[in-house]
């Protein structure tokens, strides 16, 4: 038996909203925090466990993947269970993550801790949205966006600041990049405790598809294995990139037939057949590469292509962060003033592409003050389309379903950084092992390993670290220009969206059903 979240429940006022949002925001903190503390002491961290440019790159991927994987699923159980509970499991599984990952040895650990910690990552990222969306009706929820978009950018400016900070501090070490997440998480779960009252939708009988998710996540971790190692360990055209292709074809077609039959899918079809629905997810899926992709090797571009150190860093992503949260802030009371949600979308996705376009022309001796602009537009169209896009498609859906609705959404994004991430990431390491080796040889010295060593540079005579600098500089300019690539596929996502009016109740009317396409 299910009961009508709204049904009996008066609406909540502006005061108790931000009162229940409170926690939510610690949440969204802390899973931000997670990855951007991370990003300036990344270079610092693989160096000192001794790592190679492919696992610096799957330290990132393996968090993203298993959260990617369990994205779905964690917002099926919001649909049918206790909203709240999910939300705090979350974080106990984000926060033993976060130790685990502090206490890892060597690269190959701290990999495997920050998939465990993914999974808590996947649960924090969709169920924000899902509470959210069960509180505050779609027209409304622009301007509590905005908050969203102002915490967003703290974390981002935040993170890459403490990360830099805590490395550059003798008596703290980089394991306290990971420590640092845990008692803002314990926080957090104590003021949802207290806050947070969303009236829960139970259901008996149900089955989660774990078979369907567990195919998505096998296809999907095939094709970034391959990508990780293709053109390295095998050639393109070898049994083993027809193995591995041929296994993500066969895993993912498997997958969308468990789907289409599963009677509780983690990724229902039906929702993502709707045209509003599908083009979202096929901008968010282009955003997420892009933004993920480009924005994870920033740290490393400053900090080992031009020798900032990691606090230096941090601050020089300022720019960025200050264009999502202005952006953000702004477009979620616009969106909220007029009712009208594609106009900034598009917006925001023209603005990423022109900012990614700009990046891609760096290298190692580019002046700041153009890389901080590109950072700016890049910012701003984070700010303007990433949650908007899921504004976008819970307007679409009953309240029933808008926890499938936003996790498809989020799961897509994180698939798009996923792949962005490994894809842009094996690109980056073969451009870098070739420059390294042609400096090398240039300057007469033995390129025997130069592109698959440790990135510690503090280990390598001052010439080479020259030369590598000026790889990863070099290089990282590169990336960008594909990323740029990549976003204009969201312009053209964006463009092809609906005009809607955001609707002013939290559900839809019993007889409103979108057209499919």
């Given at each position: 038996?299910?009961?009508?979240?709204?049904?009996?429940?008066?609406?909540?006022?502006?005061?108790?909203?931000?009162?229940?949002?409170?926690?939510?925001?610690?949440?969204?903190?802390?899973?931000?925090?997670?990855?951007?503390?991370?990003?300036?002491?990344?270079?610092q961290i693989?160096?000192?466990?001794?790592?190679?440019?492919?696992?610096?790159?799957?330290?990132?991927?393996?968090?993203?993947?298993?959260?990617?994987?369990?994205?779905?699923?964690?917002?099926?159980?919001?649909?049918?269970?206790?909203?709240?509970?999910?939300?705090?499991?979350?974080?106990?599984?984000?926060a033993?993550?976060?130790?685990i990952?502090?206490?890892?040895?060597?690269?190959?650990?701290l990999?495997?801790?920050?998939?465990?910690?993914?999974?808590?990552?996947?649960?924090?990222?969709?169920?924000?949205?899902?509470?959210?969306?069960?509180?505050?009706?779609?027209?409304?929820?622009?301007?509590?966006?905005?908050?969203?978009?102002?915490?967003?950018?703290?974390?981002?400016?935040?993170?890459?600041?403490?990360?830099?900070?805590?490395?550059?501090?003798?008596?703290?070490?980089?394991?306290?990049?990971?420590?640092?997440?845990?008692?803002?998480?314990?926080?957090?779960?104590?003021?949802?405790?207290?806050?947070?009252?969303?009236?829960?939708?139970?259901?008996?009988?149900?089955?989660?598809?774990?078979?369907?998710?567990?195919?998505?996540?096998?296809?999907?971790?095939?094709?970034?294995?391959?990508i990780?190692?293709?053109?390295?360990?095998?050639?393109?055209?070898?049994?083993?990139?027809?193995?591995?292709?041929?296994?993500?074809?066969?895993?993912?077609?498997?997958?969308?037939?468990?789907?289409?039959?599963?009677?509780?899918?983690?990724?229902?079809?039906?929702?993502?057949?709707?045209?509003?629905?599908?083009?979202?997810?096929?901008?968010?899926?282009?955003?997420?590469?892009?933004?993920?992709?480009?924005?994870?090797?920033?740290?490393?571009?400053?900090?080992?292509?031009?020798?900032?150190?990691?606090?230096?860093?941090?601050?020089?992503?300022?720019?960025?962060?200050?264009?999502?949260?202005?952006?953000?802030?702004?477009?979620?009371?616009?969106?909220?003033?007029?009712?009208?949600?594609?106009?900034?979308?598009?917006?925001?996705?023209?603005?990423?592409?022109?900012?990614?376009?700009?990046?891609?022309?760096?290298d190692?001796?580019?002046?700041?003050?153009l890389?901080?602009?590109?950072?700016?537009?890049v910012?701003?169209?984070?700010?303007?389309?990433?949650?908007?896009?899921?504004?976008?498609?819970?307007?679409?859906?009953?309240?029933?379903?808008?926890?499938?609705?936003?996790?498809?959404?989020?799961?897509?994004?994180?698939?798009?950084?996923?792949?962005?991430?490994?894809?842009?990431?094996?690109?980056?390491?073969?451009?870098?092992?070739?420059?390294?080796?042609?400096?090398?040889?240039?300057?007469?010295?033995?390129?025997?390993?130069?592109?698959?060593g440790?990135?510690?540079?503090?280990?390598?005579?001052?010439?080479?670290?020259?030369?590598?600098?000026?790889?990863?500089?070099?290089?990282?300019?590169?990336?960008?220009?594909?990323?740029?690539?990549?976003?204009?596929?969201?312009?053209?996502?964006?463009?092809?969206?609906?005009?809607?009016?955001?609707?002013?109740?939290?559900?839809?009317?019993?007889?409103?059903?979108?057209?499919?396409?």
């Amino acid at each position: 038996m299910s009961a009508t979240p709204a049904e009996g429940t008066a609406p909540m006022s502006h005061r108790q909203i931000l009162e229940a949002l409170s926690g939510l925001l610690l949440v969204l903190f802390v899973a931000m925090l997670s990855s951007t503390v991370v990003s300036t002491a990344l270079p610092q961290i693989i160096g000192a466990l001794d790592g190679s440019q492919t696992q610096y790159t799957w330290v990132v991927t393996a968090t993203l993947l298993t959260a990617t994987a369990t994205t779905p699923i964690w917002g099926k159980l919001a649909d049918l269970f206790d909203k709240k509970t999910m939300v705090q499991v979350a974080i106990m599984i984000f926060a033993a993550g976060s130790v685990i990952s502090g206490f890892a040895q060597n690269a190959e650990q701290l990999i495997a801790a920050r998939a465990f910690q993914g999974i808590g990552v996947g649960g924090l990222q969709a169920l924000v949205q899902v509470v959210i969306a069960a509180m505050i009706p779609p027209r409304e929820r622009g301007r509590y966006n905005g908050y969203l978009g102002a915490v967003m950018a703290v974390a981002t400016v935040g993170g890459p600041l403490l990360g830099g900070l805590i490395v550059d501090t003798s008596w703290l070490g980089w394991r306290w990049c990971f420590f640092i997440g845990v008692p803002v998480a314990l926080l957090a779960l104590f003021v949802l405790q207290a806050t947070l009252r969303v009236p829960s939708v139970r259901r008996t009988g149900v089955k989660i598809d774990y078979l369907g998710a567990t195919l998505i996540a096998a296809g999907v971790s095939v094709l970034l294995i391959w990508i990780s190692f293709v053109d390295d360990s095998f050639a393109w055209v070898s049994w083993q990139s027809g193995a591995m292709v041929g296994g993500t074809v066969v895993l993912l077609a498997l997958a969308v037939f468990v789907e289409s039959r599963a009677a509780e899918p983690v990724v229902p079809l039906e929702i993502v057949k709707r045209r509003t629905t599908a083009l979202a997810i096929l901008a968010s899926v282009a955003v997420g590469m892009a933004m993920f992709g480009g924005a994870v090797f920033l740290g490393q571009y400053f900090q080992i292509g031009r020798g900032y150190t990691p606090t230096e860093a941090g601050l020089l992503t300022i720019p960025m962060m200050a264009g999502v949260l202005g952006a953000s802030v702004i477009s979620g009371r616009l969106i909220t003033r007029t009712g009208q949600v594609k106009p900034y979308i598009v917006a925001g996705a023209i603005t990423l592409v022109a900012g990614f376009a700009a990046l891609g022309t760096i290298d190692h001796d580019t002046s700041l003050v153009l890389v901080g602009g590109a950072m700016l537009l890049v910012g701003i169209g984070v700010g303007m389309s990433m949650q908007n896009l899921v504004l976008a498609v819970q307007n679409t859906v009953p309240l029933r379903d808008i926890g499938s609705a936003s996790a498809t959404i989020a799961f897509f994004r994180s698939l798009g950084g996923t792949i962005g991430v490994s894809v842009l990431g094996a690109v980056l390491a073969r451009d870098v092992q070739e420059r390294i080796t042609s400096g090398l040889t240039a300057a007469g010295i033995p390129a025997t390993g130069a592109g698959g060593g440790s990135l510690n540079l503090d280990a390598l005579p001052e010439g080479v670290q020259h030369i590598v600098r000026a790889a990863y500089g070099d290089s990282t300019g590169h990336i960008f220009l594909i990323s740029a690539c990549i976003a204009v596929v969201g312009v053209v996502a964006a463009l092809l969206l609906k005009p809607v009016t955001l609707r002013s109740s939290l559900d839809l009317p019993e007889a409103k059903v979108e057209a499919k396409v």
